[in-house]
């Protein structure tokens, strides 16, 4: 028994662990983007809609050009998903995760040879570089759907939102015991994402100011390490479900 339940422990860690890596890269690629590209935000995209009303003219259509590109990316990035999980249920997951890592990795070659320093892009420059984040922030959303979670990683607001709803429920809502401690879970799991993007926004700030694009290696690296450890960690959960005694 001890072998068969295994696996599943591994899958539940690594969910948990998937989440706050996600979170942490979310609030680290936003900062380093608004740093970089004179206040574009690559993650919260609808931002961008407020700082482009503030700065009319031509500055504003790198700002407004965004928005759309993230919806369009979203649609790309789920019907590659749908078209994945019909072959295989497993696939779709680290398949996204390493088209976000390839993503990024545009973002930083191209962030690192047109954005050589702050205030420095052209309005070209500042939104070729901001749609490759912008895309890879939109795959991002799309992951997290795919791997079950209830909380964005893409923006804090929204999983805020989610965190005081479920505080609220989960010590005023007179549940049942049982009840209540899952929702005291679920509390757990946003608050570490929360945190983690709170983190990832500060290390941000910190490594971009160090070293300006090249920051963005960080955030490459987690996102393909997760879509690797999604391949392998899989797989053995599949394997555990079917190996199971009923």
């Known amino acids: 028994m001890i072998a068969v339940l295994a696996p599943s422990r591994l899958a ?125 922030m939109a795959v991002q959303s799309v992951a997290t759907r795919l791997g079950g979670y209830v909380f964005p990683t893409t923006m804090v607001t929204g999983t805020l939102t989610l965190l005081g709803m479920d505080i609220a429920d989960g010590v005023f809502g007179g549940r049942p015991n049982d009840e209540r401690a899952a929702v005291m879970r679920r509390v757990q799991a946003f608050r570490r994402v929360v945190v983690a993007f709170a983190g990832g926004a500060a290390l941000g700030g910190l490594m971009t100011a160090l070293v300006h694009f090249w920051a963005i290696i960080l955030p490459v690296a987690a996102v393909a390490l997760c879509a690797w450890g999604q391949a392998v960690v899989d797989p053995r959960s599949q394997v555990s479900a079917t190996s199971s005694p009923r």
């Open 12 to 136: 539940t860690r690594w969910d948990a662990t998937r989440a706050v890596t996600l979170g942490l890269v979310g609030g680290y690629v936003d900062t380093a983007g608004y740093m970089m590209l004179r206040g574009l935000f690559p993650n919260h995209v609808t931002g961008n809609l407020p700082i482009a009303a503030a700065r009319p003219g031509r500055s504003a259509i790198p700002l407004l050009i965004m928005v759309p590109l993230w919806l369009a990316a979203v649609i790309a990035a789920a019907w590659a998903a749908g078209r994945i999980r019909r072959r295989s249920s497993a696939g779709a997951l680290p398949v996204i995760l390493g088209i976000e890592a390839v993503l990024l990795g545009l973002f930083l070659v191209f962030g690192v040879s047109l954005v050589p320093h702050r205030n420095g892009p052209s309005l070209v420059a500042q939104t070729i570089v901001g749609a490759a984040g912008v895309s890879a």
